[in-house]
């Protein structure tokens, strides 16, 4: 426990402190991480110029009441912090001035905290033997209507009240504003001639050690050598006025990616030495994967270090250019840390900032694929966590945009661009953005399936109806409008009414894994669409991400895992430290690394990027929830050629363990009740063990709780 936290009971005169490592700050769902993420999303720069983000911003509520009712044997105290100005209530009546410590009588009370704060969110520490503050307190915009944990409205002083969202800030001197990620120094591998190699791609602030003269100088980063030594083409740079009679370390005011710097100084500035000072998000790996093939451990590897790059305050898209939170690129980033971190806080963070405040005028970062994103986030962040609080806490937000969204239908009841929308999709040479999209329709049916789901969480049994109609309606005008049985597929498009004959791969490979075809409508989409290489290629990991998602899903791993191999090891062939942006295998040179028609534009580290990590715990390892939380999960192994793998996949209460031979499965899993499906030649075999058949050399074991499986078997 932190020292200030003990000292500040001790001067109450406790001689128990254990209630306040449960004491954290408390605020309204969301106003923090709306906040940080205006401090994060404005930090990007290009060319030393500000570059802020071109969709509406929103802002915390400024003023937020703190409420709970508590119920005393005896007298106790408790201590206050806020962070803003504040007042303190009990039983309706106003204590004088600003109380840092109240006492509150035996019997059944109410304390309400008022606080305003304009710069930062208003919020509240609040200890004490038997009283603190946490999730259970709830909050107040004074928006006069109440709100129980069922989420339905109730008749409380007539105000609308949510549980408080808190975080891991227990210290009642660092209040959340405080939060910053912390840093480590860290040395370069070589200098030349003014380049500074790192040694691979990084991030954080770099220190200029022994600097002194007078003059200018300018510090050009890469992330590769060609951009840092282009002084015209660098994307990011800083620039120092320096007059240093003496020597002195200047550590520059904003943390940015490299790998390379370029340091050219004018006048006779001189420096001794350049470091960094790494800045990184505290996030422990829980998942791992090895096996028997050294260059997929290596690509799983890279992989990670990628994904932890951008694992930031939020889930950002890459670390070098925008650093800002988009929706599709975060989407991926939450089911890669599934199977690695597992951290909820960097999730819910994310989606919260994503959304922002009602009222809705555009879509999430103005892109209508990535509102549906969002709503496929908070349905897996359920599936994989089972924390229904969120989703409660969040309905209400839920509702208000998908209104916003069906109520810019066209009269087939299908969505179409309009004036404010992008339809962004993919980076795709030439692919047509007119009409009525399929890939558009299928994620706003998905989209739709979640608000039912989420409805039911809340006992809102008319909007489960509502939107599951919605739902089942749009899947059907899918097939209805969109499938062609000449092709084999789901075209691409309609306009004016009438299907287009191009076929694309992506509502496609989305209707496989999201099992919106029946088992012949897959296998002719396999063949039709993709392993069709007339149908356009996706150049993307964004999309390959789904793309090899969907082949998994067929059973494909092996074909896979050589995709894996050509095209994440194609980046480590050309010297790749972190995965890119985009990869376009017959490119050479410096060529690798423009886009946007800029020579240097492309992100060399950027999260979608890392979905490896995703693939092989999910379809390799084969672990995956079947209902919230992992009460029920599958374990379904293929080794897709391999020899040998080994992983751990991390749930809500501990590790599922899977190590697969072409001989023998090893399963441990500490909680719920799993399915393990496999295929061999023989019989399974092992202690303790009910195998049912399935037919055609499938078998399923069911997995108990706290128990090591141990099964010998025999690879198809």
């Known amino acids: 426990m932190k020292r200030p936290v003990v000292l500040l009971l001790l001067l109450l005169g406790f001689t128990e402190v254990a209630i306040a490592q449960k004491a954290r700050w408390i605020w309204y769902p969301g106003d923090f991480d709306i906040w940080l993420s205006n401090k994060v999303q404005n930090r990007r720069t290009e060319k030393g110029s500000f570059y802020p983000v071109f969709w509406k911003m929103d802002s915390h509520y400024v003023l937020v009441e703190f409420h709970k009712v508590v119920e005393l044997k005896e007298p106790k105290q408790i201590a206050i912090h806020a962070e803003g100005t504040y007042n303190v209530k009990l039983d309706g009546n106003l204590i004088p001035g600003t109380p840092e410590k109240v006492w509150v009588p035996a019997g059944k009370h109410k304390?309400?905290?008022?606080?305003?704060?304009?710069?930062?969110?208003?919020?509240?520490?609040?200890?004490?033997?038997?009283?603190?503050?946490d999730a259970s307190w709830r909050v107040t915009i004074e928006d006069k209507e109440w709100i129980?944990?069922?989420g339905k409205a109730s008749?409380?002083?007539?105000?609308?009240?949510?549980?408080?969202?808190?975080?891991?800030?227990?210290?009642?001197?660092?209040?959340?504003?405080?939060?910053?990620?912390?840093v480590v120094r860290k040395s370069a591998v070589a200098t030349t001639s003014g380049l500074t190699d790192f040694g691979k791609e990084t991030f954080g602030y770099i220190k200029l050690h022994g600097l002194r003269g007078k003059g200018k100088l300018t510090i050009y980063y890469g992330e590769s050598k060609e951009e840092a030594l282009s002084t015209a083409g660098a994307e990011t740079l800083d620039q120092l006025t320096v007059d240093l009679p003496v020597k002195k370390d200047s550590v520059m005011p904003l943390s940015k990616a490299f790998r390379f710097v370029n340091i050219v100084k004018e006048g006779n500035v001189v420096l001794d030495s350049v470091s960094?000072?790494?800045?990184?998000?505290?996030?422990?790996?829980?998942?791992?994967?090895?096996?028997?093939?050294?260059?997929?451990?290596k690509i799983y590897d890279v992989a990670k270090y990628t994904l932890h790059l951008c694992s930031r305050e939020f889930f950002i898209d890459g670390i070098k250019r925008d650093r800002w939170i988009w929706s599709g690129d975060a989407y991926q980033s939450d089911l890669m840390n599934y199977y690695l971190m597992n951290d909820n806080t960097t999730v819910t963070r994310t989606l919260y900032a994503l959304r922002g405040k009602d009222p809705v005028t555009s879509h999430i970062n103005t892109i209508m694929d990535y509102t549906f994103y969002w709503f496929m986030g908070i349905y897996d962040y359920y599936l994989y966590t089972g924390d229904e609080q969120f989703m409660r806490q969040n309905y209400e937000r839920m509702k208000s945009l998908i209104s916003w969204v069906l109520e810019r239908r066209n009269k087939d009841g299908l969505l179409e661009w309009r004036p404010g929308d992008w339809i962004f999709i993919d980076w795709a040479a030439g692919l047509s953005k007119e009409g009525a999209i399929s890939f558009e329709q299928l994620l706003f049916a998905r989209s739709l399936e979640t608000m039912s789901l989420c409805a039911k969480l809340v006992n809102d049994k008319d909007g489960a109806v509502y939107y599951g109609e919605l739902a089942t309606t749009l899947r059907k005008k899918?097939?209805?409008?969109?499938?062609?049985?000449?092709k084999n597929a789901l075209v691409h498009s309609r306009i004016n009414g009438q299907p287009t004959e191009t076929v694309t791969r992506y509502a496609n490979m989305f209707a496989i894994f999201f099992d919106y075809f029946d088992a012949a409508q897959k296998q002719a989409v396999k063949k039709s669409v993709l392993l069709n290489d007339d149908v356009q290629k996706i150049t993307t990991p964004y999309m390959r991400f789904y793309e090899l998602e969907a082949l998994c899903a067929m059973g494909e791993q092996a074909y896979v895992l050589k995709e894996m191999k050509d095209y994440w090891g194609g980046m480590l062939q050309l010297g790749a430290t972190s995965f890119w942006e985009e990869y376009k295998p017959g490119l050479t040179g410096a060529d690798h690394y423009a886009m946007y028609g800029r020579p240097f534009?492309?992100?060399?580290?950027?999260?979608?990027?890392?979905?490896?990590?995703?693939?092989?715990?999910?379809?390799?390892?084969?672990?995956?929830?079947?209902?919230?939380?992992?009460?029920?999960?599958?374990?379904?192994?293929?080794?897709?050629?391999?020899?040998?793998?080994?992983?751990?996949?991390p749930t809500p209460d501990g590790n599922i363990?899977?190590?697969?031979?072409?001989?023998?499965?090893?399963?441990?899993?500490?909680?719920?009740?799993?399915?393990?499906?496999?295929?061999?030649?023989t019989m399974p075999a092992g202690n303790d063990i009910e195998v049912i058949s399935a037919g055609d050399n499938n078998y399923e074991i069911t997995i108990k709780p706290a128990r090591d499986y141990v099964i010998n078997y025999t690879a198809l």
């Open 111 to 133: 304390i309400n905290i008022k606080v305003f704060s304009q710069a930062t969110v208003p919020s509240v520490w609040i200890a004490g033997k038997t009283i603190c503050s």
């Open 148 to 150: 129980d944990e069922t």
């Open 155 to 182: 008749d409380v002083s007539a105000t609308t009240y949510h549980y408080a969202a808190t975080g891991e800030f227990a210290d009642p001197m660092q209040p959340p504003s405080a939060y910053k990620l912390p």
């Open 276 to 297: 960094m000072l790494y800045e990184y998000a505290d996030l422990p790996d829980k998942g791992s994967f090895s096996c028997s093939d050294p260059e997929l451990n």
């Open 478 to 486: 899918l097939f209805d409008y969109y499938w062609s049985s000449q």
């Open 601 to 649: 534009g492309k992100s060399l580290c950027h999260a979608w990027g890392a979905s490896p990590i995703y693939l092989l715990g999910k379809y390799y390892l084969g672990v995956k929830p079947l209902t919230a939380g992992y009460k029920t999960y599958l374990v379904q192994p293929e080794l897709g050629g391999l020899q040998w793998m080994k992983g751990a996949v």
């Open 657 to 681: 363990l899977v190590d697969v031979s072409t001989k023998q499965i090893k399963v441990h899993a500490p909680a719920g009740t799993g399915t393990l499906r496999i295929k061999s030649k």
